[in-house]
Nanobody, 132 residues
Framework: QVQLVESGGGLVQAGGSLRLSCAAS????????IGWFRQAPGKEREGIVC????????YYANSVKGRFTITRDNAKNTVYLQMNSLKPEDTAVYYC?????????????????????????WGQGTQVTVSS
């Protein structure tokens, strides 16, 4: 069983930055594919940044490419999402998810919500609000 706890969300002005954290317990993140997802009001949850432990690849959705960066601190068993140049359309609840790396073929495959279940884990989410 893996527990994920996100933090770092908040209110920021357009153009600003935030760093989200996803702290894991119960298993080492280095063995897992990792995904950051977000869900805006009235929209489906979408995968925006994902990492595959199988081939060390990273996938960025076009909407965040060049602005968001995923990093991982194995010593702290924590993954981060650095978000720069934030836009009002980035307003959403942000979730991290993990799944054992052997079950995920690629980073892009990890960024599909349906890929997480079964045998994957979600955090509780953290709200990010970007004001114009």
């Amino acid at each position: 069983q893996v527990q994920l706890v996100e933090s770092g969300g908040g209110l920021v002005q357009a153009g600003g930055s935030l760093r989200l954290s996803c702290a894991a317990s119960g298993a080492p993140l280095e063995d897992y594919a990792i995904g950051w997802f977000r869900q805006a009001p009235g929209k489906e949850r979408e995968g925006i940044v994902c990492f595959s432990s199988r081939d060390d690849s990273t996938y960025y959705a076009n909407s965040v490419k060049g602005r968001f960066t995923i990093t991982r601190d194995n010593a702290k068993n924590t993954v981060y999402l650095q978000m720069n140049s934030l836009k009002p359309e980035d307003t959403a609840v942000y979730y991290c998810a993990v799944k054992a790396g052997l079950f995920i073929d690629s980073a892009q495959a990890m960024c599909v919500e349906d890929a997480i279940a079964p045998m994957g884990y979600w955090g509780q989410g953290t709200q990010v609000t970007v004001s114009s």
